[in-house]
């Protein structure tokens, strides 16, 4: 079992590594890929509600997504503005089952990701 949850985590660190690269579009400039970041995602595990601090520099709009540890989307929710500063966000994880997820922000083709685990 152990070995099982072992290979699950290094799948789950393989796909965190792979979305957190950035597909640059030509409409997106140097300074506005560089202009955001999560500063902290707590609890972790979590058993409802997960806050994310996030940092902004510029204004934009956001993208959340969660995916399960196969990396199928399990729930994507509206777009919604991401202001330049620092922001706070809580995020509804209760009807999920308990496990490891990966939670997907996106603004605007720059891609952030945390793992989470669901008590």
Not at 25 to 45: D, G, L, R
Not at 96 to 117: D, E, H, M, W
Request: proline content about 3%.
């Amino acid at each position: 079992m152990k070995t099982i949850y072992t290979f699950l985590l290094i799948i789950a660190f393989g796909f965190v590594g792979y979305a957190q690269k950035p597909a640059l579009q030509p409409s997106v400039t140097a300074a506005e890929t560089s202009s955001f970041s999560i500063h902290k995602v707590y609890p972790n595990p979590v058993k409802d509600f997960v806050t994310v601090e996030l940092q902004s520099e510029v204004t934009g709009t956001i993208q959340i997504s969660l995916f399960n540890i196969l990396g199928t989307e399990v729930k994507k929710w509206e777009t919604q503005s991401l202001y330049s500063g620092d922001q706070k966000l809580k995020i509804d994880l209760s009807q999920f089952k308990s496990g490891v997820y990966i939670l997907k922000i996106n603004k605007q083709g720059l891609v952030r990701t945390q793992v989470v685990k669901k008590n």
